[in-house]
């Protein structure tokens, strides 16, 4: 099979089609390698699950990074919160930003759990405006990085508050478990940087609204997706 009709597969043996599936497969579903190479050969393509894995870091990365310039003005209002992740067995914080409708803003791995005020900076980098509201738990950290990065936000401070940015930790944590734990802070980073811009693209609100209106989104996320992705997805 030849990819020498889309420039930018050129030189795979595999055809645009299966190599975007693949890459969708991983990053959309909680799957690991091997189950997505299982996933291929029961459709009659044989394929390694390292070469899956390559494939997610090329072209997932270059698919992620235009769905973020693609993606439209977000919420303004903040929601923050971390949580802990063991990885290599060591303590590490997954700290993470979505808006008022739950799409995944920025997430950032580290040692430390006062990076607060370098999660607050990468955002204000990455969306270009202070938010109207923020919303955390009551971690301290929070309050000194708010007063420090942008100090004329609100600020509002609540656990029972936060809940869509607890709940935002949940697509997490399934490929965690199928990845049987993370290996390093790096390999975290990497794949949620591919992982969120895929989620936010197919998270369409099923539950909260009229299934033809559902349908209607769905089909323009795969619109958007064979687009950005430069192949549509195999049958």
């Known amino acids: 099979m030849s990819t020498r009709h889309n420039p930018h597969f050129a030189g795979y043996r595999y055809p645009a089609e299966v190599i975007s599936t693949a890459v969708w497969l991983y990053f959309r579903f909680p799957l690991?390698?091997?189950?997505?190479?299982?996933?291929?050969?029961a459709r009659g393509i044989t394929v390694s699950y390292e070469t899956v894995r390559q494939w997610g870091l090329k072209f997932g990365r270059d698919i992620a990074n235009t769905l973020c310039r693609r993606a439209p003005r977000r919420g303004d209002k903040?929601?923050?919160?971390?949580?802990?992740?063991a990885i290599g067995g060591k303590r590490r914080y997954l700290w993470r930003a979505v808006d008022n409708d739950g799409f995944v803003l920025d997430a950032l791995v580290q040692s430390r759990r006062e990076a607060a005020k370098r999660l607050l900076r990468k955002?204000?980098?990455r969306q270009g405006v202070e938010p109207r509201v923020m919303v955390t738990d009551k971690?301290?950290?929070?309050?000194?990085?708010?007063?420090?990065?942008?100090?004329?936000?609100e600020h509002r401070q609540h656990k029972g508050l936060n809940n869509r940015a607890e709940n935002s930790h949940q697509p997490t944590r399934?490929?965690?478990?199928?990845m049987k734990r993370f290996k390093s802070a790096r390999q975290v980073q990497r794949f949620l940087s591919i992982h969120d811009p895929i989620a936010n693209l197919f998270d369409?609100?099923?539950d909260h609204r009229p299934i033809a209106d559902y349908r209607t989104a769905r089909v323009q996320a795969f619109e958007t997706w064979a687009e950005v992705a430069g192949a549509r997805l195999a049958a």
Do not use: N
């Not at 971690?139 to 936000?153: D, I, W």
């Not at 399934?174 to 199928?178: G, L, M, N």
């Open 32 to 41: 690991s390698l091997r189950m997505v190479e299982e996933m291929l050969a």
């Open 139 to 153: 971690l301290k950290s929070y309050a000194a990085a708010k007063r420090e990065t942008m100090p004329g936000v």
């Open 174 to 178: 399934r490929p965690e478990r199928q």
């Open 78 to 85: 903040w929601h923050l919160d971390e949580v802990v992740l």
């Open 123 to 125: 955002l204000l980098k």
């Open 204 to 206: 369409l609100r099923r």
